[in-house]
């Protein structure tokens, strides 16, 4: 029973000290400092550029299903007797998986440049 209590307090002992350490960098960051931080803005400007371009395009052209569907333009029969409305629809779920796959490819770069960004304002960046 003795070394139950021992490995208890051993691993209650290990996260007080990680609760502390997380309180003391999160007490002592300076969010206005990182926002000054022209690398962080670069980030930043970066992001929104990937992520509100790619978010236009899918929006713009799912939309664009409904508008479309009522013309002649995919009505018409494309593939035998499949028409323009359905390879469109397919499209659009081409389309979700290829952006999946964007982000996913992305995302590491962009965490790798929040790293950055974090490592420049430990080494005291943007005075």
């Not at 018409?76 to 998986?97: P, R």
């Not at 964007?102 to 005075?127: C, H, N, S, W």
Request: glycine share 6%; proline share 2%; hydrophobic share 45%.
């Amino acid at each position: 029973m003795a070394n139950v209590s021992t490995v208890k307090n051993t691993n209650l002992s290990k996260e007080k000290k990680e609760v502390s350490i997380k309180k003391e960098k999160s007490v002592s960051i300076n969010y206005d400092k990182i926002n000054h931080m022209d690398s962080f803005n670069k980030f930043v400007r970066k992001k929104k550029a990937f992520l509100f371009g790619t978010t236009g395009i899918f929006l713009f052209l799912y939309i664009l299903l409904p508008i479309l569907a009522f013309t002649p333009v995919l009505q018409q029969k494309w593939i035998g007797n499949i028409t323009g409305v359905w390879v469109y629809s397919a499209g659009l779920f081409v389309m979700t998986v290829v952006l999946c796959a964007l982000y996913t490819k992305m995302a590491p770069k962009f965490d790798q440049i929040a790293a950055d960004v974090l490592r420049e304002y430990e080494q005291g960046g943007a005075e």
